[in-house]
């Protein structure tokens, strides 16, 4: 069975960093591009980044470049991001997706997310 | 960049059809591939529809997806309403500028 299981969701202050990870089982990891999709509770998924399957290729929403880093451990099975400079609009619920498409991107198995609250 | 517009509900009766619209403000809806995902209350998103019109094992044939170049749409419909379709939809497409747009969702009552 696939699983995808968030973690490192907490409470910031504007300003601080935070690294969230995904722990994914029951397929091969090493396959699969992997994204991070994000969303506020009450209104739509917004996407925030991508990693090929190797991890040589990445790509970010405008809102979070040169502010948060994905990367994985295909060893570990686990997908992170690294997020600093954390501004209020970055509070969202975070998802670890994976993405079966051959073209463009289908996300078929999501992740229950881990909840980033930035805040004073 | 490219949005994807979506009705913000809609809403039906058991047994009946509802048809859910998705349309995308520039560049062909053809061009590249729609999806749509369900999402019920507290609970993570889910894919009923994948590439324009396939529909995922274990999806019931009740969901269907299709594409419409005259409108620049793309349409989920659900056909034999139960109370356990009621969710949020989001359909979702892509181009080469922008790996993932998802559009706004559609709340679907069932009532």
């Known amino acids: 069975e696939v699983q995808l299981l968030e973690s490192g969701g907490a409470l910031v202050q504007p300003g601080g960093s935070l690294r969230l990870s995904c722990a994914a089982s029951?397929?091969?990891?090493?396959?699969?591009?992997m994204h991070w999709v994000r969303q506020v509770p009450g209104q739509g998924p917004v996407w925030v980044s991508r990693?090929?399957?190797?991890?040589?290729?990445?790509r970010y929403a405008d809102s979070v470049k040169g502010r948060f880093t994905i990367s994985r451990d295909n060893a570990k099975n686990t997908l992170y991001v690294e997020m600093n400079s954390l501004r209020a609009e970055d509070t969202a619920l975070y998802y670890c997706?994976?993405?079966?498409?051959?073209?463009?991107?289908?996300?078929?198995?999501w992740g229950r997310g881990t909840l980033v609250t930035v805040s004073s | 960049n490219f949005m994807l517009a979506q009705p913000h509900s809609v809403s039906e009766s058991p047994g009946k059809t509802v048809t859910i619209s998705c349309t995308r403000s520039?560049?062909?809806?053809?061009?590249?591939?729609v999806q749509w995902y369900q999402q019920r209350p507290d609970s993570s998103p889910t894919i009923v529809i994948y590439?324009?019109?396939?529909?995922p094992s274990g999806v019931p044939d009740r969901f269907s997806g299709s594409i419409d170049r005259t409108s620049n749409s793309a349409s989920l419909t659900i056909s034999g309403l139960k109370t356990e379709d009621e969710a949020d939809y989001y359909c979702?497409?892509?181009?080469?500028?922008?790996?993932?747009?998802f559009g706004g969702g559609t709340k679907l009552t069932v009532l």
């Open positions: 029951g397929f091969t990891f090493s396959s699969f591009w």
């Open positions: 979702q497409s892509y181009d080469n500028i922008t790996p993932v747009v």
């Open positions: 997706v994976r993405d079966v498409a051959t073209t463009g991107t289908n996300f078929d198995y």
């Open positions: 520039s560049g062909s809806i053809a061009s590249n591939y």
């Open positions: 990693i090929s399957s190797d991890g040589s290729a990445t």
């Open positions: 590439e324009d019109d396939q529909r």
